[in-house]
């Protein structure tokens, strides 16, 4: 019960976060994809981090406050570019066209 009951309550601080600073949102699908492969690298690179860090704690008590310290912000992190890249997407297909050329009154 503890991973999905972390993933929802992941996921609605993600969607918070989007809702409540929306100048932070990408610009550009690009941006947003960008985003979306930072997020994985630095949850790919948290196993490494929490193997320099552990070693570190002085009691084996802390190791648990560690290890959710670095993965909470790094999978929140994750899931809100997930919702960045879904609503540029949505925003990409359900825009108005931009652009092109102006169409004279006279036709």
């Known amino acids: 019960m503890l991973e999905p009951a972390m993933f929802i309550g992941l996921g609605a601080v993600a969607f918070w976060f989007y809702l409540r600073y929306p100048r932070l949102r990408p610009g550009s699908l690009v941006l947003a ?12 690179l948290l196993p490494m ?13 802390q190791t648990p406050y560690v290890v959710l310290a670095l993965l909470i912000p790094a999978l929140t992190y994750v899931l809100l570019s997930w919702v ?15 652009g092109g050329h102006p169409v004279s009154s006279e036709a």
């Open 49 to 61: 981090a929490l193997g320099l860090l552990l070693p570190m704690v002085h009691s084996p008590a």
């Open 84 to 98: 960045w890249l879904i609503a540029r997407v949505l925003d990409l297909l359900n825009g108005t066209p931009r």
């Open 33 to 44: 994809a960008v985003h979306v492969a930072i997020s994985f690298a630095a949850f790919a």
